[in-house]
T-cell receptor, first 116, second 110 residues
Framework: DSGVTQTPKHLITATGQRVTLRCSPRSGDLSVYWYQQSLDQGLQFLIQ???????AKGNILERFSAQQFPDLHSELNLSSLELGDSALYFC???????????????FGNGTRLTVT | SQQGEEDPQALSIQEGENATMNCSYKTSINNLQWYRQNSGRGLVHLILIRSNEREKHSGRLRVTLDTSKKSSSLLITASRAADTASYFC??????????FGTGTSLTVIP
């Protein structure tokens, strides 16, 4: 058990809808990362938050947004969903710092999003 | 484009044999990490190697890093059926962007 909790585990929704994915990081971890994993794109880095502030941004679409709350949990909001957004969305946490991947990432088991 | 690319894409070996996977990346990095993913599950951290290190060991795992060639290798010795999984390298660059490679799918046949 990594200590990272993601909810829900599965989500099925229709095109054009909006969903929110939730992540509780491991106790003591200040950084939260969001990744998207699909068969054709592999594991894509979306965004990182550190202690409530956005720290790094990857290939995150404008239709997607995220935030990290004062209690350090994070939410990833996906709107105007398209069929191509169907994927496994992972949250990871780390003790974190400003110097990149200098501590291990602890991954949750993901949220499987299916857009129909 | 992705920073890291693993090679081979798939590897099948007999239990007890050694497995070697390679990772190549494109730009200068601060750190490189290796992860394992069992089907449909979250990734599990295996080992971290910093840019000023050349080799690290952890149990049956040995990782090397050659920054001049922008490559790393992961060696699993005396493989077990439980090692069957996908293995990914992850790199960062000086711009704090984080990338995972495409992964090597390892099958260990009992």
């Amino acid at each position: 058990d990594s200590g990272v909790t993601q909810t829900p585990k599965h989500l099925i929704t229709a095109t054009g809808q909006r969903v929110t994915l939730r992540c509780s990081p491991r106790s003591g971890d200040l950084s939260v990362y969001w990744y998207q994993q699909s068969l054709d794109q592999g594991l894509q880095f979306l965004i990182q938050y550190y202690n409530g502030e956005e720290r790094a941004k990857g290939n995150i679409l404008e239709r997607f947004s995220a935030q990290q709350f004062p209690d350090l949990h994070s939410e990833l909001n996906l709107s105007s969903l398209e069929l191509g957004d169907s994927a496994l969305y992972f949250c990871a946490s780390s003790v974190g710092s400003y110097r990149g991947l200098d501590s291990p990432l602890h991954f949750g088991n993901g949220t499987r999003l299916t857009v129909t | 484009s992705q920073q890291g690319e693993e090679d081979p894409q798939a590897l099948s070996i007999q239990e007890g044999e050694n497995a070697t996977m390679n990772c190549s990346y494109k730009t200068s990095i601060n750190n490189l990490q290796w992860y394992r993913q069992n089907s449909g599950r979250g990734l599990v951290h295996l080992i971290l190697i910093r840019s000023n290190e050349r080799e690290k060991h952890s149990g049956r795992l040995r990782v090397t890093l050659d920054t001049s060639k922008k490559s790393s290798s992961l060696l699993i010795t005396a493989s077990r059926a439980a090692d069957t999984a996908s293995y990914f390298c992850a790199t960062d660059n000086t711009g704090n962007q984080f990338y995972f490679g495409t992964g090597t799918s390892l099958t260990v046949i009992p």
